[in-house]
């Protein structure tokens, strides 16, 4: 990988873990504790507890990913950095502009 590939790939992690922690926010505002107090109907308290368990599975989904994205910022100026961590081939560069924080290439991600 080139140095100028390195960088727009550096300034797209940066931008998506901004974007991602921005996310985790406004996620983490929709997954709190519906109150038993609130006057909501059986089938509306039913819907809002279904509608935090699909915010809460993106949570976390989320935070694995930020997570993943983190250690590849700390990684990228490594030589290594973009190389299969099964194959040791080079990681096409649109898979990482695409999934930055692929580890593997599409053949051993497929296995």
């Known amino acids: 990988m080139d140095d100028k590939a390195r960088e727009m790939l550096k300034s797209k992690i940066e931008e998506t873990i901004k974007e991602l922690e921005e996310k985790i926010i406004g996620l983490e505002d929709i997954t709190q504790p ?23 599975a993106s949570l976390r989904s989320s935070k694995r990913k930020l997570s993943k994205l983190k250690i590849a910022l700390t990684k990228i100026d ?5 190389m ?28």
Not at 36 to 49: C, Q, T
Not at 78 to 82: T, V, W, Y
């Open 78 to 82: 490594d030589p290594k950095f973009g």
């Open 34 to 56: 519906i109150s038993p107090e609130n006057s909501l109907g059986r089938v509306s308290r039913m819907d809002a507890i279904n509608n935090k368990s699909v915010a809460e």
């Open 84 to 111: 299969c961590a099964n194959c040791k081939n080079q990681i096409a560069p649109a898979r990482l502009m695409f999934m930055p924080e692929s580890t593997k290439c599409v053949r051993c991600a497929d296995r």
